[in-house]
């Protein structure tokens, strides 16, 4: 089996847009941004034959508003001290935040041609001495939000206007350690913590729901401590609005519920579990690819499952 190979990585890079664009344009760019990253992530979890799909499209609109038009970091301030930070605690699906990356200039887009071979530094999980932009090391689930708070309470203590970002997963938050961790983001007052949840309403095999439900969710975060925020999850007005304005209440961190559906926008992908964990097929991959506008895919991989 082969992995992705150089002639299937065919994204453009895209710039931030001037400050003082228009929101229509800055929509625009964000849209056509998630487009393409969603079609670069189809190639890769199918070369790579291995891959988190469903989960990594359901995130997709969310990470590309944040990094095309939300988080004060570029490739060249990933270390700037004042930069913005943002985790991905749900690092199973870090095939889109690579494409991400790739497409904000963070890593050469040639490298996702390396996804999960060996010795590889685009692993399953990101690693943050690996990656330029990756924060910290993820995958366990339930880490990602507390390593957050941690970073938020280090910026509030330097005085620092830098805002902290961590996506979660909706089922991730049947882990105690994120409630414990929301606690604390409560007790310090870390209104620069941002917390968005994935909220696709499925995990690995089943809903949330039949697993261990979550609902109220809204009531839950509040009784936290936080500002909470529903939005349309693929809605890239929505998020830019909702992203670009926290902290909503001061002395509050923000708790943002983001309405999604696992595998969107693909039609047979969409709100289905089997795509947890699943790899498209050529046939898959192609109408995918159709549904997304990307045209004809290359057949050079070797068997396809």
């Known amino acids: 089996m082969s992995a992705l190979a150089t002639e299937h990585v065919t994204m453009p890079v895209f710039g931030r847009l001037d400050?003082?664009?228009g929101r229509a344009d800055q929509v625009a760019h964000i849209a056509e941004a998630a487009r393409q990253i969603r079609i670069q992530d189809l190639k890769l979890v199918h070369y790579a034959n291995a891959g988190h799909i469903g989960g990594d499209l359901s995130a997709a609109d969310i990470l590309a508003t944040l990094y095309g038009a939300v988080l004060n970091v570029t490739p060249s301030t990933v270390d700037d001290p004042d930069r913005d930070r943002f985790f991905l605690s749900k690092g199973h699906v870090a095939g889109i935040l690579y494409t991400t990356l790739a497409a904000f200039g963070f890593l050469p887009v040639e490298d996702l041609a390396t996804f999960l071979k060996p010795l590889s530094a685009l692993n399953g999980h990101p690693n943050r001495r690996k990656v330029p932009g990756v924060e910290a090391n993820t995958g366990p689930l339930g880490h990602g939000l507390p390593i957050a708070v941690g970073h938020a309470l280090s910026a509030k203590l330097d005085v620092s206007r830098r805002r902290t970002y961590v996506l979660v997963g909706d089922g991730e938050l049947q882990e105690g350690s994120n409630w414990e961790a929301m606690m604390a983001a409560s007790h310090h007052e870390l209104d620069r913590l941002t917390v968005i949840v994935d909220r696709n309403r499925l995990q690995q095999g089943a809903t949330v729901r039949e697993t261990n439900d979550l609902d109220p969710l809204d009531a839950k975060a509040a009784a936290f401590g936080f500002a909470v925020v529903e939005v349309n999850g693929h809605d890239h007005g929505e998020l830019l609005d909702v992203l670009s304005s926290v902290p909503f209440r001061p002395g509050k961190p923000t708790?943002?519920?983001?309405?999604?559906?696992?595998?969107?926008?693909?039609?047979?992908m969409s709100n289905n579990a089997a795509w947890h964990h699943r790899v498209p097929t050529l046939e898959d991959l192609r109408q995918a690819l159709d549904e997304l506008g990307a045209g004809t895919v290359a057949t050079n991989r070797g068997s396809t499952s």
Request: hydrophobic letters at 35%; aromatic letters at 12%.
């Open 19 to 21: 400050p003082h664009a």
């Open 255 to 268: 708790f943002v519920i983001a309405h999604t559906h696992k595998g969107h926008p693909i039609s047979y």
